[in-house]
């Protein structure tokens, strides 16, 4: 079998469906010629494809010609590109190597320059005249790693000079203050440069405009200021900083309630020592002035001097060694008289400072404890509660000192009157043996003259 007879037997196939679906059979002719014009309609499809396919081809040849074209320029671009970014590297690196030797020179006029920018930044966020401008451009300059540029140096001398000449001028301004109750009101503040404001005689705190709960002592200076020159007033060269940890500061109730319980035993032991050096020292004077009154007078049983001279009168007939027991007998009754409580000072001044270091102990062992189970290891906690036991320490001090000193008075009081007293006891002593023997002296010559008559 041909190709030619396979092909029309093969649409020969394809049309015959076709013609069993016609109304009426076709002849023999009739289906030649249907074939023939099936197959020259194929050829012509066939030959439009081919066509088409040689024109694609010639088309895609050309792309291709002109994607290689497009290619080689490309290429030689990127030859060219990368000599010139070699060029520039290597200038670049000259360049990074000039700068560096420009700029070590210049290294240490920035670290300069940046600590001083610090200093500048800390010194603006505390002050109270500072423009947020000059502020913001410290910070700047502060945390820049680079050397600034001639306009930020310039604007940074001239934000130091403005700060400068602001800090020395005192204005008035209408400003919200806050009071110690919280609340706030409208009133002038008089602005005294870096160092403080001031409203109606009494310190404001810079950042919040609130008034300082502890004043200072001499207030009456900013109550009469009114801004004119000549006027004298207190300030903080701190800024506040004085201010504010005077502010914080404890009063002297605070301090005792730091003490807790032993803190209060020992100011129980200074009040009743206190009480009774008052009472024994009283009674002291009263004794000592009455012994001074008896003098050149009639004895009195109501003082002691009274009472030995009478003790004396009593046994001016006895002989020397019992009126010298009468007498010492007589003192040693007056003696716990004089000497009562004064033992009972000593013994609390002696127990205050202990007791102060037992409170003390007590609180440091309190504090560790603190420090153990909540894990702080904050100095500013652990300065505060060792503040606060060593409060008992200075109470025990605080009543220990004068306790000792008036145990000393007390002891050197009733001392000048025991010697007194003993001196007396000397005098009379002497007094009654000079009577006694002039008394001798008389009945021995008394009775030479008898010898001599007879």
Known sequence: MTKFAFKSLCIALCVSPLLVFAAEPMSGKALVDA??????????????????????KAQLQAAVKKAKAKLARLEAEQAALSQTIEANEQQLAEQGRALQIATDSLG?????????????ARLANQSQVVSPAFTALVRQLSDSQSLPSQQHLSQYWLGLVEA????????????????????????????????????????????????????????????RY???????????????SVLAMQARLPTLSE???????????????????????????????????????????????????????LAYASQSQSDLET??????????????????????????AAIAPM?????????????FQAITLTGSSDPTTLAGGISMALVTTVLGLVAAIPLLLLHNLAQSKSQAVITQLETEIASLLANHIERHQGVSAVAVHHESECVHAH
């Open 323 to 348: 009126l010298q027991l009468k007498l010492e007998e007589q003192v040693l009754r007056d003696m716990p008289l004089l000497e009562r409580g004064i033992p009972m000072l000593k013994l609390l």
């Open 35 to 56: 074939v023939r014009a099936q197959v020259n309609q194929d050829e012509q499809v066939d030959r439009a494809r081919v066509q088409t396919a040689y024109q694609d």
């Open 164 to 223: 400068l000449v602001a800090s020395e001028q005192i204005q008035q301004i209408e400003q919200t203050v806050i009071g110690l109750n919280g609340e706030e009101h409208s009133q002038p503040v008089w602005q005294i440069g870096e160092f403080g404001r001031i409203s109606k005689g009494q310190y404001l705190n810079a950042q919040t405009n609130a008034v300082y709960a502890q004043q200072p002592d001499d207030l009456d200076l900013a109550e």
């Open 255 to 309: 301090r005792i309630q730091q003490g807790g319980t032993v803190g209060w035993v020992i100011l129980t032991l200074l009040s009743v020592g206190l009480v009774i050096a008052a009472v024994r020292l009283s009674y002291l004077y009263q004794v000592t002035r009455k012994m001074k009154a008896q003098r050149g007078q009639p004895p009195q049983a109501d003082n002691l001097l009274g009472r030995l001279q």
């Open 108 to 120: 240490e006029v920035q670290g300069h320059l940046q600590s001083q920018a610090q200093e500048s």
């Open 226 to 240: 009114s801004g004119q020159s000549g006027q004298w007033l207190s300030l903080d060269p701190t800024r506040g």
């Open 355 to 367: 007791l102060g270091l037992l409170g003390t102990v007590s609180g440091m062992i309190a504090t």
